[in-house]
Every structure is written in structure tokens, then in C-alpha cells.
T-cell receptor, first 114, second 110 residues
Framework: EAQVTQNPRYLITVTGKKLTVTCSQN?????MSWYRQDPGLGLRQIYY???????DKGDVPEGYKVSRKEKRNFPLILESPSPNQTSLYFC?????????????FGPGTRLTVT | DQQVKQNSPSLSVQEGRISILNCDYT??????FLWYKKYPAEGPTFLIS?????DKNEDGRFTVFLNKSAKHLSLHIVPSQPGDSAVYFC?????????FGKGTRLSVIA
């Protein structure tokens, strides 16, 4: 079954304690991305990756890091989480070819930073 | 400054009728436009996309229309079903950078 998985699904942590949210896809997609969803602000892109070892900043990259060492994995790293990073996070992978664009989202990770 | 706008926060439609969801954008360089629906506590579900070189794309009950001169796209759902009730997002892509509208809540009334 084609899918995007994220772990953990729920996380409560304290300010300053480093954390990693994992994301994995089994569709061999080159493109992967991270988003956060906040009330009144909708979905905003944090980082994206067009291929292995290629990452770019989205709209709201501050306070986040990513890495893309393998095609299937795209972890999101918060080196020193702060309360304003409390949000619902989604990972996605995409198939992009000339004239074709399909994107699949993971189930989300709800992060609370106290 | 919002590059992608969905000006209607909500829409109600009778079952069996057409639902039309609208989206406006400001950047003429966007390559692709996408539509998603989202249920609470789930990730967005991709519905349909359209390349900037096309003006229409159809997939089953879903059709997306793109009017580049007006910088406007719309999603038509025909016929609307109660299960279509969800929040719908449009998004625009420029070389991998994806910008979303804030969504329109569609309610399909039986």
C-alpha cells in the first residue's frame, strides 16, 4: 500500500529539548516536504527536498532543520523547540513529472511544546 | 501578503448539485495548481492538479479550471455528495515551493 508515515503522531515536550519527527514514504518519490498547520494560518511549507541531499527552505523554516540522506526518509529536526512551534505537522511526498503532479500527505504529528 | 487566496471561508450545497470552489493567486510564475480536501485529524487528501499550460483537467466528479489571465482557478464537484463535506485547500507550486490558500469549508446537505 502506497503511504507516507510519520512518527510520533503525538508529542508533548519541553522548551529546548531537541526532537526529531520522522517521515517515510514507500512510493520512491523524489520530492518530499514538511508543513505546519495553525488555526487561521492554514498550511505553511517549512522545508522541501527535490531529491537526496537537496533541500530548500519553504515559507517558515526558522527553528527547523531537515536532512535527506535517503530517498524514502525526510526527518524534521527541532534543535531547541519553543512554544511557538506548537502545531500540527504534516509530511508529504510528491510525484512530479512534466504535466503531472500528485502529492500524498502523512497523517500528521501534533506537537505541543511547553 | 497572501499569494494564494480562497475568499469564501464556507460554502453550502445541496446533495446532487454542483459545488464550485474558487481560488485566486498573484504570482504568474506558478507551475502547477493543486486541490486537496481535508477532514479533521487527518492529513490532506490530494484530489486533482493542473499544469499552468492547461486550462482544464478532469478526474471523475472533479474538474479544475484555470484562467491564467484572471489568475483564478476553480474546482467543480458534480454531483456533490454528503461525503464531500470537508475543508478544501487550493495550492500553487513554483519549483517545489508550495503555497496554500486558507481553505473553504464545504457542507453538502442531504
Amino acid at each position: 500500500e502506497a503511504q507516507v508515515t510519520q512518527n510520533p503522531r503525538y508529542l508533548i515536550t519541553v522548551t529546548g529539548k531537541k526532537l526529531t519527527v520522522t517521515c517515510s514514504q514507500n512510493m520512491n518519490h523524489e520530492y518530499m516536504s514538511w508543513y505546519r498547520q495553525d488555526p487561521g494560518l492554514g498550511l505553511r511549507q517549512i522545508y522541501y527536498s527535490m531529491n537526496v541531499e537537496v533541500t530548500d527552505k519553504g515559507d517558515v523554516p526558522e527553528g527547523y532543520k531537515v536532512s535527506r540522506k535517503e530517498k524514502r526518509n525526510f526527518p524534521l529536526i527541532l534543535e531547541s523547540p519553543s512554544p511557538n512551534q506548537t502545531s500540527l505537522y504534516f509530511c508529504a511526498s510528491s510525484l512530479i513529472r512534466t504535466g503531472l503532479y500528485e502529492q500524498y500527505f502523512g497523517p500528521g504529528t501534533r506537537l505541543t511544546v511547553t | 501578503d497572501q499569494q494564494v487566496k480562497q475568499n469564501s471561508p464556507s460554502l453550502s450545497v445541496q446533495e446532487g448539485r454542483i459545488s464550485i470552489l474558487n481560488c485566486d493567486y498573484t504570482n504568474s510564475m506558478f507551475d502547477y495548481f493543486l486541490w486537496y480536501k481535508k477532514y479533521p485529524a487527518e492529513g490532506p487528501t490530494f484530489l486533482i492538479s493542473i499544469s499552468s499550460i492547461k486550462d482544464k483537467n478532469e478526474d471523475g466528479r472533479f474538474t479544475v479550471f484555470l484562467n491564467k489571465s484572471a489568475k483564478h482557478l476553480s474546482l467543480h464537484i458534480v454531483p456533490s455528495q454528503p461525503g464531500d463535506s470537508a475543508v478544501y485547500f487550493c495550492a500553487a507550486d513554483l519549483a517545489g515551493a508550495l503555497v496554500f490558500g486558507k481553505g473553504t469549508r464545504l457542507s453538502v446537505i442531504a
